[in-house]
């Protein structure tokens, strides 16, 4: 089983920019996509972005689509969301997932990470 930590999470004003860190550790992740996901309060939790193993590959939810950017580091077994022209709608618990496959998400989760846009 692989353990996944979340770093980079804040308060930010709306426009504003964060970077999301997901290490992992316990087993390398450099052949399993990783993915992002994230849950505001009251709703159900929801898929933000993921990557294939190489990196050569993304997909984004509609929401985030031109404004987020997945991106991995397999020598450092690390992933990343970077998040610019943040909204409002934006402030979630953002959590890292391994494994993902065919639309469903691996069994791998971290804590989460807070991010709130406001002004």
């Known amino acids: 089983q692989v353990q996944l930590v979340e770093s980079g999470g804040g308060l930010v004003q709306p426009g504003g920019s964060l970077r999301l860190s997901c290490a992992a550790s316990?087993?390398?992740?450099?052949?399993?996509?990783m993915a992002w996901f994230r849950q505001a309060p009251g709703k159900e939790r929801e898929f933000v972005a993921m990557?294939?193993?190489?990196?050569?590959?993304?997909y984004y939810a509609d929401s985030v689509k031109g404004r987020f950017t997945i991106s991995r580091d397999n020598a450092k077994n690390t992933v990343y969301l970077q998040m610019n022209a943040l909204k409002s709608d934006d402030t979630a618990v953002y959590y890292c997932?391994?494994?993902?496959?065919?639309?469903?998400?691996?069994?791998?989760w971290g804590q989460g990470t807070q991010v709130t846009v406001s002004s």
């Open positions: 997932n391994a494994g993902m496959y065919r639309g469903t998400p691996g069994g791998s």
């Open positions: 316990g087993r390398t992740v450099s052949a399993i996509t």
């Open positions: 990557v294939v193993w190489n990196g050569g590959t993304t």
